[in-house]
């Protein structure tokens, strides 16, 4: 009984990251794409030497959001190999998938010269989150 | 560097032999993967080859608290990029392929008569010829500094003597891509040939062509040290070490925001306006350095540092200072020293030097310092958008500040436009001038050109009789007499007429200034010839044949600007092919005849006696008489 418990929270927990996982690809290359067409049409405000931070913050946000996105989908295939629901992992996968893309998103306003804007301060947070998932989801592994 | 990279790739590559079963494969896996880890660590640690030491030219080194601009980037990315596009950056280079602005393998050059080689051997730039001058030689040396990438560019060898370098006395003038003899840049009689000597660059150009020079001239030759060659981040901000290791942590940098900034560093942009204004002023005003710095100038340079009061350590040169012990040494090493650089009234003459012409206009002088203006007013060393393009490289004005908003930012009563047509009472439509046509108008020269007093004065032909100096509304109106000026001066702004002989009532200004002015006058006038605004204003059929008289003026710089003028005008660019304005007085004056001739045969604008142009062409006599009393006194202009 138990056993079949667990099994159907580690179904949903797989379901529910395949689902972070692919929605947040989506999100994350449209980004990707939209930033490569400012580039690709020369979009003046966005090229201008002074943006320059603003442009790597915009960066930053889609490779660590398209990243993270991934990372949902391996946690989902991992989720196979776990001997318990890893529900800390999970929630602080979760966590560091909204802090860090969102950080950077948030630094990008009210960036000042080589400085990104206060909302930067979700990035550290998020790597830790990041950390904490990483080393939940390496314990909750079967030997 | 190879050596780690090589290595990294090895090792990446053994990844795979780590997925192998069974214990030989992981031994040798293990074995590789000790050796890579031990050869990636020499490849890192190994150091890249030192560069050759820079013993032949200023060595450009990061101390007494400079860091260079390298070490602005990270925090001002925005500003180094504009900046690092900006022409002050690349005021003064070393000298490479990439930075040569002429394209050629291997050239033979004519100055006056004798031969000036450039090659290129490898990545060295070298020239060969003989010098003239104080210190006569042979020379075969390598190219090893620029001056100038915008308009001109000077090339500089090392002569060996220590770091002390010399001009090749051909430049490239980069409008024409034509090389042309250094001393036919500036308004210098034409005997003047040679081009500056040996050690100018040290002595002279290094103040404002480098960051925190020091020109160490010595017995044993120049050892100049510079923070960084061209005009970097510290030569308007001052000294950064201080403000680096102030701000290095994120913490400070983000209570520093708070706070609105730190004060370990100056900024132009935020110093009071008179600081502000200094800081441009310290290399773009006539000024001398007070005495008491005469005998620590040679070893650490000047004293000032971008928010000092550069008045403490320099004298700014104007019409009060005749006295001053400065002005007094300075004209005892050089007697056209007022005379070059000044108009009469201490307005300067000299382009390039806009702080003494600001300094001087009520819009700087006035007490309220909330509406004082200072360089920042119009100009940005960094554009306001973040937007690098060639129009703010040229002027690096603010936005809209190429119109009229420099003034109307402060007298908003013309912001209005119909308030803005009737104080200018000209009619509306095209062709009206601008706040900066009437009010800082093109009195000054240098770069071969006019440029704009910063003197913010009203036309007035009183001042011009004081003077000498042109009026703005004759510099548009070219075809129109003093007396004409005087009138509309007088009935529209109420300045008061002066009294004018028969030659200032009857003959165009303009045309007294071209034939009858000095060599300064005369270039001058035939830069505004071709002007576009005054050609709108003046028309452009009636030109000609007073530009083709200065085609062998003996000043070359005059030359070059009648003849840049007549090609604005329609159909003269054939009778100038092959004009040569460095040429001899007898090779160039058949220019004169062809190109008077041209336009004889086309005139059919009938009578124009302003412009001593009858119904038949040109009124000879007339013109005869006012160039026989052409003001041949030696001029001496070189900025």
């Known amino acids: 009984m138990t056993e079949t418990i667990a099994s159907t929270e580690l179904e949903r927990l797989r379901a529910r990251h395949l689902r972070y996982g692919w929605l947040g690809l989506f999100v994350f290359v449209v980004l990707g794409g939209v930033l490569e067409a400012l580039h690709g049409f020369k979009v003046d405000w966005y090229l201008a030497v002074g943006n320059e931070t603003t442009r790597l913050m915009w960066r930053l946000a889609h490779a660590h959001g398209t990243f993270l996105s991934l990372v949902h989908v391996a946690f989902a295939v991992s989720i196979a190999h776990a001997e318990r629901p ?18 950077f998103l948030l ?20 790597l830790v989150m990041l950390l904490v998932a990483i080393v939940a989801t390496l314990r909750g592994l079967r030997r | 560097m190879v050596l780690a990279a090589a290595t990294l790739i090895l090792l990446t590559a053994l990844l795979p032999l780590w997925s192998l079963a069974g214990r030989s494969a992981k031994a040798v896996a293990a074995t590789l993967t000790l050796l890579g880890a031990l050869g990636l660590g020499l490849g890192v640690l190994a150091e890249a080859p030192a560069p050759q030491p820079v013993a032949q030219r200023p060595l450009a080194q990061a101390d007494s ?31 490479t392929r990439d930075t040569v602005v002429a394209e050629f393998e291997r050239l033979t050059l004519d100055w006056f008569g004798s031969e000036v080689a450039l090659e290129w051997r490898g990545d060295r730039l070298w020239t060969r010829f003989d010098r003239r001058g104080a210190r006569p030689a042979h020379v075969e040396r390598p190219i090893e500094q620029l001056t100038g990438s915008h308009h001109l560019q000077v090339l500089w060898y090392s002569t060996g003597d220590g ?87 994120p913490i400070a940098r983000y209570l520093h925001r708070a706070r609105g900034g730190d004060d370990s560093i100056a900024n132009p942009a935020s110093l009071p306006p008179a600081r502000s204004a200094e800081v441009c002023g310290g290399c773009h005003s006539v000024r001398i350095l007070r005495m008491q710095h005469f005998a620590s100038w040679n070893e650490h340079g000047s004293p000032f540092v971008p928010g000092d009061d550069l008045q403490r350590s320099h004298l700014i040169v104007g019409s009060d200072d005749r006295d001053a012990p400065e002005l007094r040494h300075e004209l005892r090493k050089n007697p056209h020293f007022f005379a070059s650089n000044f108009w009469p009234d201490g307005q300067v003459r000299l ?107 009203s036309p007035d032909v009183n001042v011009e009789l004081a003077t000498g100096r042109p009026n703005a509304c004759n510099q548009c109106h070219l075809d129109r007499t003093l007396a004409w000026t005087a009138g509309h001066l007088s009935a529209s702004w109420g300045v008061r007429a002066p009294e004018l002989d028969p030659e200032q009532r009857t003959v165009a200004a303009s045309v007294r200034w071209l034939l009858k002015g000095d060599a300064g ?44 003028s007549l090609q604005t005008l329609d159909g003269y660019g054939g009778s100038l092919r092959g004009y040569d304005f460095v040429a001899d007085q007898a ?53």
């Open chain 1, 86 to 103: 890893a529900l800390l992992a999970s929630r602080s996968l979760l966590g560091a998938t909204i802090a860090l893309p969102g950080g």
């Open chain 2, 351 to 457: 382009s390039g030097r806009e702080f003494n012409g600001l300094r001087s206009s009520p819009c700087y002088q006035h007490g309220d310092h909330e509406r004082q203006i200072d360089c920042t007013s119009c100009h940005r060393l960094h554009p306001d958008d973040g937007i690098v393009d060639e129009r703010w490289r040229n002027g690096q004005l603010r936005e809209g500040m190429s119109g009229d908003a420099g003034c109307t930012q402060c007298h908003h009563e013309f912001a209005e436009r119909d308030a803005w047509w009737a104080h200018t009472h000209h009619r509306a439509g095209e062709g009206a001038p601008s706040c900066y046509d009437c009010h800082m108008s093109y009195t000054s020269v240098g770069l071969m050109k006019a440029s704009r007093s910063h003197a913010i004065t």
């Open chain 1, 107 to 126: 630094g990008a306003f009210g960036a000042d010269g080589g400085d990104p804007g206060l909302g930067i301060a979700l990035v550290p947070l998020g």
């Open chain 2, 521 to 564: 006058l005369r270039m001058l006038a035939a830069w505004s010839y071709g002007w576009a605004p005054a050609q709108r204003a003046s028309g452009r059929d009636w030109q000609a044949p007073f530009l083709a008289r200065l085609l062998d003026d003996p000043y070359y710089v005059v030359r070059f600007n009648a003849a840049r």
């Open chain 2, 587 to 639: 090779d160039v004056q058949p220019f004169v005849d062809n190109v008077t001739a041209v336009w004889q045969a086309r005139w059919t604008g009938g009578d124009r006696p302003q412009v001593l142009i009858g119904k038949r062409g040109l009124l000879r006599a007339p013109f005869a008489r006012l160039y026989a009393r052409r003001d041949d006194r030696k001029v001496y202009i070189a900025e």
């Open chain 2, 65 to 95: 608290g400079y860091v260079g601009s390298a070490s602005c980037r990270s925090c001002h990315p925005g500003e180094h990029a504009s900046w690092f596009r900006s022409f002050h950056r690349t005021m003064t280079q070393v000298a």
């Open chain 2, 163 to 249: 770091r002390e370098l010399a001009p090749v006395p051909m430049c490239f003038q980069i409008e024409t891509a034509t090389w042309i003899p250094i001393s036919s840049v500036f308004v210098l009689p034409p005997e003047f040939r040679d081009p500056p000597e040996p050690g100018t660059w040290n002595r002279t150009c290094t103040t404002c062509h480098a960051t925190a020079a020091r020109p160490r001239l010595g017995e044993l030759g120049a050892d100049t040290r510079v923070a960084e060659l061209g005009i970097a981040c510290e030569a308007c901000h001052g000294p950064g070490e201080r403000h680096v290791a102030a701000n290095r942590g």
